[in-house]
């Protein structure tokens, strides 16, 4: 038996394992009592990683050999992986050649490694050069990105986990972190239990189990985020709340924030969100935290949030409007309070690191910036990295719709079921000329659409990194061999990436000569050298002997930095962070009488994304065993139906048909359905009649114009009985 240390794979809590092996399987699972995200503890998901991993159907459904259809329609056949890596090279050749760069594109994970993340971004934007680099953490974590940038000056999350033991008020925005991230509510309720004292505000339409724990529970209107977070700080402002000496010290941009708060009085606010005026005065009074004994010091707050936020047309300016109100009060840089966004992902944080997506650059540098561009350049060894930005998530699907991206390549991720607008992503996967699915698993519903399947290795087989919500680097680490003839992420993507350098650029010297994936992270590490992120000070043998470790942590420093901004300097170009002034905008599709309902999508605590992993497992359905809609039980007796009854669920997109459950945790006009099942629990059709399944045949492809991320948590729906 053997013990391997490694990270769980699902959220972005990132909590350490210990992995139990005989050698040829893994066998069993603990938390890492070491670990200081999770110290030994691990959530239904993270605890049953060893029988989901080895459960015999989840073995049958591995791709174990590289799979090559030679006409659409047809069955794939096993291939080598020399012919299989070969056809990959001669058809992105081919396409570059004939269509240009921009014609190729790649579509990646947030479960990737940063190290496979960074041989991708280098492979697209320094060997192809095209920056149509992009992920699922478009869906994820993009909004969260630009609301940083615009205010602090950085993509950084400026809170630790630790912060929740400090702080006085927690502010929870968008997040079901009581099953989105149970490990860090379970530190919540630590924290709540030590200091009785500790307040939760929890912002969200539905009274969720994160909600059902608040001492104020604001169940604002579907999209209204940013009018609630302007109305507390017109608040703040008019009772005299706001640290106005941190405003003038730290920060530039407050009077035009003030002049567009101004209209946002307390009736306004409730007048646009739905809320008491008299629970908006209380968040105000709490979020301050002066509301304490006369001459007490402001007590902390720290903001948590998550996809509420992110996953909206008006994504970044909710991001920023919260930055805005810690700014304001100066509850950002001390133990307990900053705005802290949670990843969704274990590693949309690594690959924002390395610039893998559209619009980014390594190491958090600029795009449009040409001095960064040249430093890219440089580090990589190429002539020059392309200045426009990529296609993001989803524009790629919509210019291979168009015909203007022929070639995909897909790594680890399952569009076909996770995009919205799922008839658009079809059409797509069919008007492209060549589709490569790099996937461990043989069935999902974009592996119907592949060209090329190439069989990748999964958790507990392959090695690197990645950064969880923190900022905490974790070591991810093999405890047996990949099944079959399956690679690690890695190998593949380096690979292709030296094939296609051959044709690219002969007898030039070689971009991806990387032994292991530590070389490319060591790559990845010098590039930090003096960004925000500067991890020079930090190796493999100091994972190995110190544990996990947060950024930045330059050279010199004997460990990582828990908190950012103490020192009250941002990294912006005066050192002074930013207000953002950005305007309060309604949901894309509001309901109507056509489409009278708001459908909002999320996570169920105990599945994972397509439940590729968690859906081999029995006891994971023990919670939710078959998907529903959930409705209000009032709307259930307005709709003269009974729980259990089939209802078509449609919006201007698609339809599809699901039993109806009642819940008293959402509110009236609105319904809820999980994101997570497929085909096999969910059939419907395009608003063309093309078979379609799971919830992302009715959401919305509307995105924030500035994130780029679409608006997952709001589509305008009908229901009627079947
Ligand atoms: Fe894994 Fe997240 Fe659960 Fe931790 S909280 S065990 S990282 S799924």
């Known amino acids: 038996m053997a013990e391997t240390r490694s990270t769980c794979p699902y959220c972005g809590v990132g909590c350490g394992v210990i992995i139990d092996s005989d050698g040829a399987q893994i066998t069993g699972v603990r938390g890492d ?180 724990l608040a001492d104020l529970h604001l169940a604002l209107l579907p999209g209204t985020d940013v009018a609630l977070f302007h109305g507390l700080l017109h608040l703040m402002l008019w009772e005299g709340l706001t640290d106005n000496a941190y405003i003038a010290a730290h920060t530039q941009g407050f009077d035009a924030l003030r002049e567009r708060v101004r209209e946002f009085t307390p009736r306004e606010t409730a007048r646009i969100t739905g809320l008491r005026e008299q629970d908006v005065v209380t968040a105000a009074r709490w979020f301050a935290g002066l509301d304490g004994a006369p001459g007490a010091p402001r007590a902390p707050t720290l903001s948590l949030y998550c996809q509420g936020l992110n996953q909206s047309r008006n994504g970044t300016a909710k991001n920023a409007a919260l930055v805005n109100l810690h700014l304001a009060t100066g509850q950002i840089g001390q133990a307990g309070a900053g705005p802290f966004s949670l990843t969704g992902q274990p590693n949309a944080m690594g690959g924002r690191e390395v610039g893998g997506l559209a619009n980014l650059l390594s190491a958090h540098r600029d795009m449009a910036n040409p001095e960064h561009r040249a430093e890219v350049a440089r580090l990589w060894g190429v002539d020059d990295v392309p200045s426009r930005a990529g296609k993001t998530a989803v524009e790629m699907f919509e210019a291979a719709a168009d015909g203007e991206i022929k070639a995909l390549w897909i790594a680890c991720t399952n569009p076909a079921q996770s995009l919205p607008d799922q008839a658009t992503v079809r059409r797509a996967l069919q008007q492209a000329e060549f589709v490569v699915v790099q996937e461990a698993f043989r069935d999902t519903a974009t592996a119907a659409f592949a060209d090329l399947l190439l069989p990748a290795a999964s958790w507990g087989e392959k090695e690197g990194t990645v950064t969880n919500s923190e900022r905490r680097i974790s070591r991810v680490r093999a405890a047996v061999a990949a099944p079959g003839e399956a690679r690690s992420d890695f190998a593949i993507a380096t690979e292709f990436a030296q094939r296609l350098e051959g044709r690219l650029r002969p007898g030039k010297p070689p971009l991806f000569a990387y032994a292991s994936p530590q070389a490319a992270w060591l790559e990845h590490r010098e590039s930090t050298r003096g960004r925000d992120l500067d991890i020079t000070g930090l190796s493999w043998d100091v994972l190995e002997t110190a544990g996990p470790q947060q950024w930045p942590m330059p050279q010199g420093a004997t460990q990582g930095r828990a908190r950012l901004y103490e020192d009250g300097v941002f990294p912006t170009a005066d050192g002074r962070a930013r207000f953002a002034d ?141």
């Open 33 to 212: 009592p070491q670990h200081p995200a999770n110290f030994g503890r691990l959530c239904s998901k993270g605890s049953t990683l060893h029988l989901t991993a080895a459960a015999p159907v989840t073995l049958r459904q591995r791709l174990l050999h590289p799979l090559r259809r030679a006409e659409r329609g047809q069955a794939p056949q096993r291939v080598g992986w020399n012919e299989a890596l070969s056809e990959a090279t001669d058809r992105f050749e081919d396409v570059i050649r004939r269509h240009g760069r921009d014609a190729v594109g790649f579509y990646l994970s947030g479960q990737l490694l940063t190290e496979d993340y960074y041989v991708f971004n280098k492979l697209a934007k320094g060997l192809i050069g095209t920056n149509n680099v992009d992920t699922n953490s478009r869906l994820c974590m993009s909004s969260a990105v630009a609301g940083y940038k615009a205010t602090l000056g950085a993509d950084a999350p400026p809170a630790c986990y630790e912060d929740l033991a400090h702080a006085r008020t927690l502010f929870i925005a968008g997040s079901n972190m009581a099953w989105a991230h149970p490990i860090l509510m379970r530190r919540v309720e630590d924290a709540k239990r030590a200091n009785p004292a500790l307040r939760l505000i929890v912002v969200d339409p539905r009274r969720t189990e994160t909600a059902a």
């Open 582 to 722: 950005l305007a309060y905008e309604p949901v894309a599709e509001p309901r109507d009488g056509r489409f009278p309902f708001s459908l909002n999508t999320g996570r169920l605590r105990d599945q994972w994304h397509g439940m590729s992993r968690t859906g081999v497992l029995g006891r994971l359905f023990g919670h939710v065993p078959e998907p529903a809609v959930e409705l209000h039980p009032q709307e259930l007796a307005r709709l003269n139906v009974a729980e259990g009854d089939l209802l078509h669920v449609t919006s201007r997109r698609g339809s599809i048909l699901l039993p109806v459950a009642a819940n008293e945790g959402v509110p009236l006009t609105q319904a809820f359905i999980p994101m997570h099942w497929g085909s096999e629990f969910v059939c419907g059709r395009s608003s063309r009649g093309e078979p379609l399944a799971g919830v992302n045949a009715l959401t919305s492809p509307a995105f924030c114009p500035i994130s780029k991320q679409p608006e997952l948590k709001h589509a305008a729906v009908k229901l009627l009985k079947a």
